[in-house]
Nanobody, 124 residues
Framework: QLQASGGGLVQAGGSLRLSCAAS????????MSWFRQAPGKERELAAV????????VYADSVKSRFTISRDNAKNMVYLQMNRLKPDNTAVYYC???????????????????WGRGTQVTVSS
């Protein structure tokens, strides 16, 4: 089970930190991702972090502004979002799956577990 939190309303240029709490004794074997879905658009990958935490991948649009991290001791994943833009407005979802191929990172269908999502709204 995944529980995302930390969303809210922020002005452009501001920051938010999303958190995802995971339950399960195999968390350290899961690849963890943050997806987002804006109104009228498909769900897309924002960032992914490998089970070990040693590899991260970001969507081009968020590179250098977003940072994904994890704490395997606490079963937590975070997404630090800086210099937010209005087009970052979306519902952000935490997703998890046992280790998957690099080529499968960006496909929502690759993930077995999803949180409910947290709304991020960036005003101009």
């Amino acid at each position: 089970q995944l529980q995302a939190s930390g969303g809210g309303l922020v002005q452009a240029g501001g920051s938010l930190r999303l958190s995802c709490a995971a339950s399960g004794r195999t968390f350290r074997d899961w690849d963890m991702s943050w997806f987002r879905q804006a109104p009228g658009k498909e769900r897309e990958l924002a960032a992914v972090i490998r089970y070990s935490g040693g590899t991260t991948v970001y969507a081009d649009s968020v590179k250098s502004r977003f940072t994904i991290s994890r704490d395997n001791a606490k079963n937590m994943v975070y997404l630090q979002m800086n210099r937010l833009k209005p087009d970052n407005t979306a519902v952000y979802y935490c997703a998890a799956t046992p280790r998957i191929a690099y080529s499968a990172f960006a496909m929502p269908s690759s993930y077995q577990y999803w949180g409910r999502g947290t709304q991020v709204t960036v005003s101009s």
